[in-house]
């Protein structure tokens, strides 16, 4: 039971409108963590800020986290190295020769197709988009943001509607330890009713088709058409502008294979290292590990090859491999700021206090749109769906039984909420990677994406209003 009533939403809350309006979103995010310490140690400021500190500290002790922090450094190296190799350049210059992708139509077509086929794992959807397809994006003069929007809309959302990977297998946990009978078919058919995942998936097609835009995207978008500007003034990319920046090698043929072989290393790797760890059961295997494995062999095949080729020197893949993790700093930075928060806003039982707050005294046609509000509200002010599902289906399973409500139904709208608050939140590790791939400012990206999202949620809203009705 929480003890701490609405003062358990007073960290996220503060660190999510400070970074929004201060555009300082590591103070914010310190602050959000230390007021939250300071609640559990009775409003003692000073017991608050050594509890902040050692919750930084204590990040590391999950193993996950850890492996996605060094995963995100290391994808640092890997585009340091294919871009000095001239991997990065010969495959720009190979899709516009061959005219393949011609136009800014082509380029956003192209990211949200990886998005869609790629549907093993979020993380590395969107590195891999982020990847092959920025220097495309920064040539035809498409802005950052919408790259980060293309890419972030399409990991999590994809991953809801083909949930043949670990989302799918720890949804179908969730359902069993609920007594579920059929979890698998409870979660086939509640994808159809993910109202939230398909129309984003749709409006991110149709917005790549037609080039339209609305609010801050589209300033940002008229920015680098009219001011050549892929960044507004003052914007902080996650990852170093002079690894992205750095030019390829001289007086060597710059080979789209460079970058290419592996990038798809990279990607085909991941579902067999998730067999792997889950002993034979892709659906039983880690995310974290099967990224952080796949990421580091990428980085091994590259160095080879780029030795076959004789392109650099041990030495010289060495400090590349270095230099390229350490313009990631800001990154790892973050990523443990979010991780240290998420912890706070679990000690305060902040998930849980929102979710029961969704869940008491409704009209059974209702269930179905409190649950997507209520799964939304926990998985932004958390940063987490995978934590917003487990919080949510041990409360709205029972309740859909209790009221006598498409169970399906019910599972989809913790779903679609979850992803949605995660897609917002500014502390979610997708929407960080989704910066850090595309390499935007964080905040931009944030700001650029919620307008969309949000317009995508009303129409899932109405969607879940009208079928607590009809269903």
């Known amino acids: 039971m929480n003890t701490y009533g609405w003062l358990a939403l007073l960290p996220p809350l503060i660190a999510i409108t400070l970074a929004i309006l201060t555009r300082q979103v590591y103070l914010s995010l310190g602050i959000g963590i230390w007021i939250g310490w300071t609640i559990l140690a009775h409003a003692n400021p000073v017991a608050g800020l050594a509890a902040t500190l050692e919750a930084m500290v204590n990040v590391f002790r999950d193993a996950d986290n850890t492996r996605v922090i060094l995963f995100s450094a290391l994808v640092g190296s890997l585009i340091a ?20 992708v011609k136009s800014s139509r082509g380029a956003r077509l192209l990211a949200w197709l ?19 397809c920025r220097p495309l994006f920064d040539r035809l003069k498409i802005s950052r943001e919408k790259l980060s929007y293309i890419a972030d809309s399409t990991s999590a959302p994809v991953c809801m509607l083909l949930p043949l990977n670990a989302w799918g297998a720890f949804i179908i946990g969730l359902l069993t ?20 995942a398909i129309v984003t998936v749709l409006m991110v097609l149709v917005l790549a088709l037609t080039g339209w835009d609305f609010g801050p995207m589209r300033r940002a978008e008229r920015r680098v ?9 003052g914007a902080i990319p996650l990852v170093d502008e002079t ?56 980085i091994g095949v590259a160095g080879l090859m780029y030795r076959c080729q004789k392109l650099m020197s041990v030495r010289e893949l060495t400090d590349l491999i270095l230099k390229g993790a350490g313009g990631m700093i800001s990154l790892a930075l973050l990523m443990l700021l979010a ?20 869940t008491t005294l409704l009209p059974p046609a209702l ?32 309740l859909a039984g209790s009221l006598n409500v498409s169970l399906p139904l019910v599972v989809s709208g913790v779903l679609a909420g979850g992803v949605f608050g995660d897609h917002c939140s500014p502390i979610s590790d997708t929407t ?25 949620a009303v129409i899932a809203l109405v969607l879940y209003l009208l079928a607590g009705w009809l269903l």
């Open 177 to 196: 330890a609920q007594g579920v009978g059929d979890p698998t078919g409870v979660l086939v058919r509640s994808v159809p009713l993910n109202f939230y």
């Open 114 to 132: 990886l998005g869609v086929v790629i549907f093993i794992e979020s993380s590395i959807k969107i590195l891999i988009v982020g990847t092959v």
């Open 339 to 358: 991780f240290a928060l998420g912890q706070t806003c679990k000690q305060l039982g902040t998930g849980a206090f929102i979710a029961q707050m969704a």
């Open 243 to 298: 690894i992205i920046e750095m030019q390829p090698i001289a007086g060597r043929p710059h080979l789209a294979r460079n970058m290419l072989v592996p990038v798809i290393i990279m990607s085909l790797a991941m579902p067999f290292f998730l067999i792997i760890t889950g002993q034979g059961r892709i659906t039983q295997g880690s995310g974290s590990t099967a990224v952080f494995w796949s990421v580091s062999l990428a």
């Open 432 to 456: 960080i990677v989704a910066s850090m791939a595309s390499a935007c400012d964080h905040i931009d990206h944030v700001n650029t994406q919620l307008p969309y999202a949000v317009f995508a």
């Open 81 to 100: 190295l294919t871009q000095r190799s001239g991997g990065v350049h010969g495959f720009v210059t190979f899709l516009l020769s061959r005219r393949w």
């Open 367 to 398: 269930v179905p749109a409190v649950i997507f509000t209520g799964a939304a509200l926990v998985a932004f002010a958390t940063g987490t769906s995978f934590g917003t599902f487990a919080l949510m289906i041990p409360l709205a399973v029972p």
């Open 225 to 233: 058409r009219e001011e050549n500007k892929i960044l507004r003034d």
